[in-house]
């Protein structure tokens, strides 16, 4: 294909692994087989480069190149199924973490050098653009563990940026990949669009996930069935959220609201009063947490 | 070394969650400024919003003549130091200080000039070449401000740096930083959930609740003069008895016990039209005495049993109530009292509060 599309755009180049940087001269693309090629601009009209995107993706400049090992996480997420004699060999488990950041706020390659740095291994990173992607993490035996938390907090220190990371579970083994890849993303970008937090688990996300899969009018009934006129109440509302937050424990819900835990327990006995409900009992608080979740 | 100028700051989150609002703050050079509230009062967003970290959506933010509300967090001038003063495990110590210069590509003799300057300051000459597995908290936390030090920066924001140490270490590590700040003389805004760091770091207190300013001012002044209930019982440990009465002639009454309140006190009560109103009295645990000296104070003496009692060391901790509201005294540990006993205490009134029932803040007495 390569030397087709040279017959067409003579400029035609393939990167190769050791250089620097991209060519800002060049627009880049990365074929089927993940090798990065680039066409002059100046060869190029709008309809060329709309019809190369129809089969080629289109590689951003500002991104790093990717690594050989990148290059095959990127080739076996793509393949729709896995192929049994495919070449690509799991050595550990490995877990899939979603992050993004303000987009043109820092440089990708600062951002990458700085993650690198935090594991015992070199990560692979597969960007979705220059603000978002999916860092591959595999599980290594003896490595010193340090949290997403932390590393947002050392980063932002360094980097100056605010980042969010979805952070998926762990899995054995490459079936369904492909799958996988594309509903964490999906996840990630809803999870955020309910949730102020920076870093979020999948196992965290469960209840948001499944609220953000009912209709809009289920959710209005759910809401408005299980916290009746309680519904715009946003201080009691609030104080029940920490209380599930802070898994349903008085003290521990008094000291982080400020509260007299007498006041705390006064008041959970007039929502009970007032509604039926005892958020003291797990099913009961269950209910109400995904209520406070389908009002959002 | 700036000043800060934050102008009717306002920050909405998504959903039309406000989380700080009209926030008008003036912050001098060299300040030690210390923000303080209970967790969601919006200390954390308003430090962040100066770092550039949260998008200020209304208002005004100006460090030095400098409105820098669309400038990235990166061209402040500010260094940040967090809660979790996790540092990168695979490097030393030295590489550790010297990342963030490194990423901002600054010359290798600076960057050496700019670590060793932070590591003498901070006593961390003989650690240099260890990996943070091998530090102590402290130790990593000290490493953690090494990392803003080196930026040279105008401003330093903390936000509870020191909320994951030990109690013990805590202690240690507040004189540090205060010693840094005197050393370093760097603008400095603070944030904390704990009231005794706020009291012993700041120049000034921001006391703050519902991304509301409460009060502004200097330790002492916030501790004697507290603007409402919520600033006079979030300031100080134990905290601030309350306790609701009457104001009947000269006495406050709660029920079948009365008080008497001191001449002045009362004049102005009168004058500002609460006689014979129900009011908030506030009275600090060592204002709460015990001892020969109740003798000395009839007309503000009161009898009641003690439900606890905790030996701190030099003082002891009363918990008790008077017509069914919980008070505190903090007594001298030579007080030979135990739980079960009833004792006689008297309130120094001329050190009380009075508080509106309705508004909640402090009624002008003195």
């Known amino acids: 294909m390569i030397n087709q599309l040279r017959k067409i755009y003579p400029s035609l180049l393939v990167y190769k692994e050791g250089c620097d940087h991209l060519d800002r001269a060049y627009k880049w693309f990365v074929t089927d087989d993940n090798k990065i090629i680039g066409i002059r601009e ?35 997420i793509q393949m729709a199924e896995l192929s049994p004699t495919s070449e690509f060999k799991l050595e550990n488990p490995y877990r899939l973490i979603y992050f993004s950041f303000k987009e043109n706020q820092i440089s990708p390659i600062l951002f990458k ?15 979705e653009n220059g603000h978002e992607g999916i860092i591959i993490e595999e599980q290594m035996m003896y490595e010193e563990c340090i949290s997403y938390e932390q590393i947002i907090d050392v980063l932002m220190s360094d980097l100056y940026v605010k980042i969010k990371f979805f952070v998926g579970s762990f899995k054995e083994e ?15 970008k809803t999870i955020f669009s309910y949730s102020n937090k920076t870093v979020v688990t999948y ?76 958020v003291r009992q797990f099913h009961h608080a269950m209910a109400v947490y995904l209520a406070l979740i389908a009002r959002k | 070394m700036a000043d800060l100028k934050l102008v009717n700051i306002k920050k909405i989150y998504d959903k039309n ?30 430090l962040r919003m100066i770092a550039g970290l949260e998008e200020i959506t209304e208002g005004d933010l100006f460090i030095g003549d400098k409105r820098v509300n669309d400038v990235p967090p990166k061209d402040r001038d500010i260094a940040m130091v967090f809660q979790n003063y996790a540092l990168y495990p695979h490097m030393n110590v030295y590489n550790n200080m010297a990342f963030g210069l490194k990423l901002r590509k600054f010359k290798k003799d600076e960057i050496k000039k700019r670590v060793d300057n932070a590591t003498k300051i901070l006593g961390l000459e003989d650690l240099l070449s260890r990996k943070p597995k091998a530090l102590s908290g402290g130790q990593r936390q000290r490493v953690a401000l090494g990392r803003a030090i080196v930026r040279d920066a105008e401003v330093f924001l903390m936000d ?29 805004i603070y944030v904390t959930h704990d009231q005794t760091e706020a009291m012993t770091m700041a120049t000034r207190l921001v006391v703050m609740k519902d991304g509301l300013i409460q009060q502004v001012g200097a330790p002492k002044e916030v501790y004697d003069k507290p603007n409402n209930i919520f600033v006079g ?53 060592e204002d709460v005495l015990e001892g ?12 009641a049993s003690i439900e606890v009692s905790e030996l701190m060391g030099a003082e002891i901790v009363l918990y008790s109530k008077v017509n069914n509201q919980d008070f505190v005294a903090r007594v001298d540990s030579s007080c030979n009292v135990v739980a079960g006993e009833t004792i006689d205490f008297a309130f120094n009134l001329e050190k009380a509060h009075f508080f509106d029932e309705e508004s909640e803040l402090r009624i002008n007495t003195n």
């Open chain 1, 42 to 76: 100046e060869e190029l009209t709008c309809k060329d480069v709309a019809l190369l995107v129809t089969f080629l993706n289109p590689y951003t400049t500002d991104l790093p190149v990717l690594t050989v090992e990148e290059q095959k996480w990127r080739k076996v």
């Open chain 1, 113 to 127: 050098d700085a993650i690198n740095e935090l594991f015992a291994k070199q990560v692979s990173i597969l960007w």
């Open chain 1, 174 to 188: 490459l079936k369904d990949i492909n799958q996988h890849y594309q509903s964490l993303t999906k996840a990630a």
């Open chain 1, 203 to 278: 196992i965290d996300a469960v209840p948001y996930l499944l609220i953000d899969q009912t209709e809009l009018e289920a959710r209005l009934d759910i809401s408005k069935t299980v916290l009746q006129d309680y519904i715009n109440d946003e201080e009691t509302l609030k104080m029940i959220e920490a209380f599930v937050q802070c898994n349903l424990n008085i003290s521990e819900t008094s000291k982080v609201l400020y509260m007299h835990r007498n006041s705390l327990q006064y008041r959970l006995d007039r929502f009970l009063e007032k509604t039926g409900i005892d």
């Open chain 2, 17 to 46: 969650v406000v989380s700080v609002q009209d926030f008008n703050l003036e912050i001098r050079d060299k300040e030690f400024l210390v923000l303080v509230g209970p967790s969601g009062c919006g200390k954390t967003t308003t």
């Open chain 2, 160 to 188: 509870e740096p020191l909320s994951n140490l030990d109690a013990k270490l805590r202690v240690q590590m507040r004189a540090e930083i205060q010693k840094l700040h005197s050393r370093l003389q760097t603008t400095t």
């Open chain 2, 233 to 285: 019982g979030f300031i100080g440990s134990p905290a601030m008895n309350f306790l609701n009465g009457k104001l009947e002639e000269d006495y406050f009454v709660m029920e079948a016990t009365r008080v008497r309140v001191p001449e002045g006190k009362m004049k102005s009560l009168r004058e500002q039209g609460y006689a014979g109103k129900t009011i908030v009295l506030g009275i600090r645990p």
């Open chain 2, 292 to 303: 020969p000296v109740v003798n000395d104070s009839p007309d503000t003496k009161i009898r």
